[in-house]
T-cell receptor
Framework: AQKVTQAQTEISVVEKEDVTLDCVYE???????LFWYKQPPSGELVFLIR??????QNEISGRYSWNFQKSTSSFNFTITASQVVDSAVYFC?????????FGDGTTLTVKP | EAQVTQNPRYLITVTGKKLTVTCSQN?????MSWYRQDPGLGLRQIYY???????DKGDVPEGYKVSRKEKRNFPLILESPSPNQTSLYFC?????????????FGPGTRLTVL
């Protein structure tokens, strides 16, 4: 069975600081997909990024970037120059053959 | 508008009274799934369905039933709800069986079992 660990339960930063959210996973599968989702205070779940197990390229999308390292089973998420609107709960998730496992989430608070 | 809808959005019930939470999607998606979200525990998958008449257990299926008689609907049934099933429930769908497809979530159903 797979396991996803988000060791940081809560993070608080001041606006414009950079922040990295950690995600570590455990699996014996060789093919799988990793995801990050955002859950703002309004409660909906918003898809941010997907990465498959064979693609270790880092990705940047605006202020967001992701670092996938298969050797350390990590898929970390960095927000550069954080903004108050980034305040949310962020979930890392693992999926294989339709079965999904989510981490417990990291609550990010960005203070003005 | 492409969306996943859930009904009801809020429900307070009593132990043992059977209930159904409906989930419907208008995107002709093959895959649908149910999750529950509890404080500090993230989302946990209850059941998922790769297609009509095909359902599989997720990590926490005990106390729940599902059916997939038609592509657009995937109801979650609690035959005898108990207080430990008080939770926020999300339904989700995606295009097909491939894990690469983006998963779309419904707005959530907050269930309280007294």
């Amino acid at each position: 069975a797979q396991k996803v660990t988000q060791a940081q339960t809560e993070i608080s930063v001041v606006e414009k600081e950079d922040v990295t959210l950690d995600c570590v996973y455990e699996t014996r599968d060789t093919t799988y997909y990793l995801f990050w989702y955002k859950q703002p205070p309004s409660g909906e779940l918003v898809f941010l990024i997907r990465r498959n197990s064979f693609d270790e390229q880092n990705e940047i999308s605006g202020r967001y970037s992701w670092n996938f390292q298969k050797s350390t089973s990590s898929f970390n998420f960095t927000i550069t120059a954080s903004q108050v609107v980034d305040s949310a709960v962020y979930f890392c998730a693992f999926t294989n053959a339709g079965k999904s496992t989510f981490g417990d989430g990291t609550t990010l608070t960005v203070k003005p | 508008e492409a969306q996943v809808t859930q009904n009801p959005r809020y429900l307070i019930t009593v132990t043992g009274k059977k209930l159904t939470v409906t989930c419907s999607q208008n995107m002709n998606h093959e895959y649908m799934s149910w999750y529950r979200q509890d404080p500090g525990l993230g989302l946990r998958q209850i059941y998922y369905s790769m297609n009509v008449e095909v359902t599989d257990k997720g990590d926490v299926p005990e106390g729940y039933k599902v059916s997939r008689k038609e592509k657009r609907n995937f109801p979650l049934i609690l035959e005898s709800p108990s207080p430990n099933q008080t939770s926020l429930y999300f339904c989700a769908s995606r295009l097909g069986y491939r894990d690469t497809d983006t998963q779309y979530f419904g707005p959530g159903t907050r269930l309280t079992v007294l």
